[in-house]
């Protein structure tokens, strides 16, 4: 029998799982998935927008894989810090896999990024998910002006959020509180800005569009931001840009030109989502405290596929600044780790010490590659670990471990929930849900959270 610990209940910790159990090479695997959080699926449940339903049921499929018979799910169970240290993890299994993900977000580095009512998109995320660690935060929903800093899909779902009305999310899985929050919020016009063009925005044409079917929003696009762009016009290729331009940037310059044309008739909407491009933020400046504003410069391309700033500034006063400038790898106590890339340093996942391949240690995700792709990209890089693992596998056959591991963390004090306990939450959070007169809702603080996934058994 070869014994694995994965370390992550997100997609490239189940498609390790389910890559290790469904190989031939070696028939006898056991594999327990390990999560800090008593709840498994990782970003799926606590980084997917609540009214994105369809990416959530990915849960469903992630399910099936840890219900597999040699799979075992072991929640509040966290390796490194005050936790089980990687060493003492390492002796009780064959071989440990870390996919930890990507932790914290990239700061903006400008000053008055301190400042209250400035936060990570990787915050407010966490607190309209339900997060056992997000800050019970109201996050400035008094304000008539937020700034959303970043042109990626997360932005799009902070600024999607914040133009929602309530009622539309009552149906989700969102929190109570945060629901009433969002009820009470006085956002008016939300700004959404990034320093490139949109031929260099990284939504995809589905995030965006959705902006444009929000009830009671209107989405503003300046034409002439959207001009400077080489790639604008005409759709496809052009003098400034000789190659056809990717059909997912033909697609998104599609919809902000539709935009950008489009004449402002009607009702005035009960919010406005400006969509800026060829802004740099370079401070956030304060009044009576707290975040004010965003100073900008303005940049515009410097043909050679960069940018310059043109000497002009610009800015934008908001009560609530949220930055989503992409995610950043923390390092795990007990494990190497790159400042520069924020990754576990690795050969084809092995992890490395000092250039040479650890015995027993391999990586898989975002720690192994960064916070880059899909979820989908999960697959191909939880298959190459893998891979390495069983051409590994010989030899490590060979290292000591637990008969009995579970056994082993509970005489260390540690007090796992297992699939048991997680079936025990989601009743729970069912049982919330129908008090409320809604679906299921999560269950959003850590005692909470244990009570339910124990309280059965008490």
Known sequence: MLRVAVVGSGPSGVYTAQSLVEQSRVPDVRVDVLDRLPCPYGLVRYGVAPDHEKIK????????????????????????????????????????????????????????????????????????????????????????????IGVGNVAVDVARILSRGAEELRPTDVPHPALGALAGSRVREVHMAGRRGPSQARFTTKELRELGGLPGARVVVDGAELARD?????????????????????????????????????????????????????????????????RFARTAPDGSGGIQDTGVYEEIDAQLVLRAVGYRGLPLPGLPFDPARGTVPHLA??????????????????????????????????????????????????????????????????????????????????????????????????????????????
């Open 230 to 294: 080489p790639a604008y016009a005409p759709v496809g290729a052009t003098a400034d840009s000789p190659v056809p331009l990717p059909s997912v940037v033909r697609r998104n310059i599609e919809v902000l030109r539709g935009w950008a044309d489009a004449p402002a008739t009607g009702p005035d909407p009960m919010r406005t989502i400006h969509l800026r491009f060829f802004l740099r933020p370079v401070e956030l400046f304060e009044r009576d405290g707290r975040v004010a504003g965003v």
């Open 349 to 458: 996942g092995r992890v490395l010490r000092d250039g040479v391949p650890s015995p027993g240690e391999y990586v898989a995700g975002w720690i192994k590659r960064g916070p880059t792709g899909v979820i989908g990209s999960n697959r191909p890089c939880a298959k190459e670990t893998v891979a390495s693992l069983l051409d590994d596998a010989p030899l490590l056959k060979g290292r000591p471990s637990a008969p009995d591991p579970v056994a082993a963390m509970r005489a260390w004090g540690l007090r796992p929930v297992e699939w048991d306990g997680w079936l025990s939450i989601e009743r729970a959070e069912a049982a919330l849900g129908q008090s409320l007169g809604r679906g299921p809702v999560k269950i959003p603080d850590w005692t909470g959270l244990l009570e339910a996934a124990h309280g059965d058994r008490r």
């Open 57 to 148: 049921s990915l849960q469903n499929s992630l399910r099936t894989v840890l219900e597999h018979e040699r799979i075992t799910f072991l929640g509040h169970v966290q390796v490194g810090g005050d936790g089980l240290p990687p060493e003492r993890l390492s002796e009780l299994y064959h071989a440990v896999v870390y996919c930890v993900g990507a932790a914290t977000d990239r700061g903006l580095g400008i000053p008055g990024e301190d400042l209250p009512g400035s936060h990570s998109a990787t915050e407010f995320v966490s607190w309209y998910s339900a997060h056992p660690d997000a800050a019970a935060d109201s996050f400035a929903l008094q304000a008539r002006s937020a700034v959303v």
